[in-house]
């Protein structure tokens, strides 16, 4: 089974600030890896995709990494800002699971001006 | 280009009833799934579908069913509410089940009384 895991559950950090958001699984036979943010009570943008075969992606401020053979991923979100105020959250398709996305429970921004 | 869209965006129902949540995938994308996300958590997987077919199903009760249209939109139908059904419900699409970025609606909040 596909356990993700993300890390710090919650941060606040001040305007400007550069940070990074961790996510980790257990299984690293994955398909690919995707990154979400949610704003409260809404549904989920889709940010950035990593295939298995790939180690980063970027666009904009946001960029992440994989590093299937540890199981982790990160997500740097460069120069904060008070909009990035959001749950982060990383999902994991496995690669001989068929087609679900496995979610962490999401890592709580909030950036102050 | 309209995203993936979800109706009703808010239901209450009473212990017992039935509900039907509906689904419209993404222009071009042939894959729906659904997810139940409870507050605080993760979204967890209900079930994918395409070609009209269910394709994989998450650890869900045969309470929760649903279906795939020619047009490829999609229903979640949850028989015999229970409290612990309240939730958001997601829909996501994607062009064919595993290889290609998930898109999500806005959700439908349903809350069981």
């Known amino acids: 089974k596909q356990e993700v895991t993300q890390i710090p559950a919650a941060l606040s950090v001040p305007e400007g600030e550069n940070l990074v958001l961790n996510c980790s699984f257990t299984?690293?036979?994955?398909?690919?890896l995707q990154w979400f943010r949610q704003d409260p009570g809404k549904g989920l943008t889709s940010l950035l995709l990593?295939?298995?075969?790939?180690r980063e992606q970027t666009s904009g401020r946001l960029n992440a990494s994989l590093d299937k053979s540890s199981g982790r991923s990160t997500l740097y979100i460069a120069a904060s800002q008070p909009g990035d105020s959001a749950t982060y959250l990383c999902?994991?398709?496995?690669?001989?699971?068929?087609?679900?996305?496995?979610f962490g429970k999401g890592t709580s921004l909030l950036v102050t001006p | 280009d309209a995203g993936v869209t979800q109706s009703p965006t808010h239901l209450i129902k009473t212990r017992g009833q039935q509900v039907t949540l509906r689904c419209s995938p993404k222009?071009?994308?042939?894959?729906v799934s659904w997810y139940q996300q409870a507050l605080g958590q993760g979204p967890q997987f209900i079930f994918q579908?395409?070609?009209?077919?269910?394709?994989q199903r998450g650890n869900f009760p045969d309470r929760f069913s649903g279906h795939q249209f020619p047009n490829y939109s999609s229903e979640l139908n949850v028989n015999a509410l229970l409290l612990g059904d309240s939730a958001l419900y997601l829909c996501?699409?994607?062009?064919?089940?595993?290889?290609?970025?998930?898109?999500f609606g806005q959700g439908t909040r349903l809350t069981v009384v």
């Open positions: 996501a699409s994607s062009l064919v089940p595993t290889g290609t970025e998930a898109f």
């Open positions: 299984d690293s036979a994955i398909y690919n």
């Open positions: 990593i295939q298995s075969s790939q």
């Open positions: 999902a994991v398709r496995r690669s001989n699971s068929g087609y679900a996305l496995n």
């Open positions: 222009s071009g994308h042939d894959t």
């Open positions: 579908y395409y070609e009209e077919e269910e394709r």
